[in-house]
């Protein structure tokens, strides 16, 4: 089904009042949740991992993985280099993407086949365009190009995610796909797969939502969408639905809870050799981090809290990555690395070379969560900012911290 022109502007709506775009510039960093470690590269130990768990699985990394974001181009599981952890190297700027009085925030970005796309607004929510840069050699994007005039999504936030090429988005209760031709432009309005918005997710409809591709050992293929907003009851919802790839017109309950009043970002990692996998994720407003593993079938264990995550700056909100056996977090301009043992188990948080400004300063008033703005093509991470991309590569490393 595809959507049109009438359908745009209708599921775009949304009563405005008392609903501000806010500049979000919280001074300094706060005080600490947990220790943090610079990058200084010792060997890992057992004693570090912070959940008592075993050590780490030293062998070559041959992990499934995907994340929030996207992760278009990603080493399959027989490529994957051979590492203890990987490690980020040097941040580098896109060109610009958007002029003044336009931004990126709160809506999302992602990768898919080679390019890198972010939506765009003018501030205010009007002049929604979607733009695409491809990937270069040595990971540069290449200039700018307008992918749509008119991406349709609505001025509030929301998730998009990679599924085998296909970019995906859950707002407002639809299950919509991005298509795109060979040179990164949108090929009309998104296509809907939903039967109704009234059963895609239990009568839910979503913004400010948290979702997130599993790609079990085996070969099952599961999203999961994690909650957010929902313009029925005008309130949060909590509850996990997942779908299993290819998606279906309507997700099903897992009989789980996100932990978080407010879910935030969520990344997936699957350790090489065994069945299950794990789902990493945050709440929208502060530090908590949560686990729950993830089964054949698309089962999902009990939430599990892990320690905090790390004070960064801004409004912290950030992203989650997984990369191999290594879990990223960005917190406003600081990002940090953790290495996932095969049991699910983190290390303590490492600092990693901060990003040159903070990701995201434009949200929605009252704290509401921005869409997942980062991908992964190849051994590259994208992180979007207010105006510009940042990437640096994603290397392998055989001592990993403490």
Known sequence: MTRRRGQRRLIGSWPLAGLLLAVLAQPGCGAGQVAVT????????DAALSEGGPGLDRGPDAAWFAEAGATDGAPKPDQAPAAACYTVGAWKSSATFVGAGHVAHPLPSFASGGFYYVHTMKLGGSERRLYSAQQLPGGDLAAWK?????????PHGFTAIDVDGSPLHFRNGHIARYDFDASGVMQGDVKLLEASTDTAFGGSKYVW???????LPGGQRHVFHLGGFSFTGYTYRQDVYHSAVPLQSAFSKTG???PATRPGKAAFYAPPGGTDGFIFTAEAQGPRLWRTRVKPGGLLDP??????LPAGSGNERGELLVYGNTLLAVRGAKVFRA???SAGALTSWLSAPALPEAQVDVSWGDGHLEGASSGLIGAHVYVTGPTRVFHAPLQAATACGP
């Open 38 to 45: 610079p990058d200084h590269g010792a060997g890992p130990t």
């Open 146 to 154: 307008q992918a749509s005039p008119d991406h349709g999504g609505g």
């Open 209 to 215: 939502d948290s979702a997130v591709l599993a790609h």
């Open 256 to 258: 789980r809870s996100h």
């Open 303 to 308: 939430f599990v809290a892990l320690q905090d």
């Open 339 to 341: 290495v996932i043992s």
